[in-house]
């Protein structure tokens, strides 16, 4: 979201330039309508749901309540089967439901479109421990990760891509 510089020569952003209109509006006369205006331009959006098609939804639900302590926030009582999950430390619900065919690679990383959910942690070296725990195979080494911080991948019952995130807590919110 880079738009240019500011007199320092540090990058700005929409959402900087946005949030230094809301303050300018909110010290002007008519400020209230000023600032109606400016949100028209703005879609205040963050990520609700991420959508997980497996071939077998029950046990894709399963393992993620089994290995993450997932809580189930919803299930579709009729077929197909369907189910909405929460992870305990929050953010966007997991939707995970039936698909209608699936393809080999579905652990490539590489692959263009979504290719995994990562999964914010204190400590990666704890949360590897109880995944293996667990019967999680971690088969990879921990990585630098882009941003600042590190990762571990890890792949859940049909193969889907995850990882686990470890950053300082001044890098990226």
């Known amino acids: 979201m880079e738009h240019g510089t500011d ?77 909405l999950l929460a992870l305990p430390g929050g953010g966007a619900l997991l939707e995970v439901y039936q698909a209608n065919r699936a393809v080999a690679d579905t652990a490539d990383h590489t692959l263009a479109g979504w290719r995994h959910v990562a999964l914010r942690v204190e400590s990666i070296e704890a949360a590897r421990e109880i995944l293996a725990a667990r019967g999680v195979r971690l088969s990879e080494p921990v990585k630098p990760a882009g941003g600042g911080g590190r990762v571990l991948f890890f792949q859940d019952p049909e193969g889907n891509l995850l990882h686990l995130v470890e950053r300082p807590t001044e890098t990226l919110a």
């Open 7 to 83: 007199a320092g020569g540090a990058a700005t952003t929409i959402a900087g330039e946005l949030r230094r209109a809301q303050n300018l509006a909110l010290q002007t006369p008519g400020r209230k309508l000023l600032w109606r205006l400016l949100q028209a331009f703005v879609i205040n959006a963050r990520i609700e749901h991420i959508g997980l098609p497996a071939r077998e939804p029950e046990g894709v639900k399963d393992g993620y309540v089994r290995v993450l302590d997932a809580r189930v926030v919803f299930a579709r009582s009729e077929p197909p089967p369907a189910y």
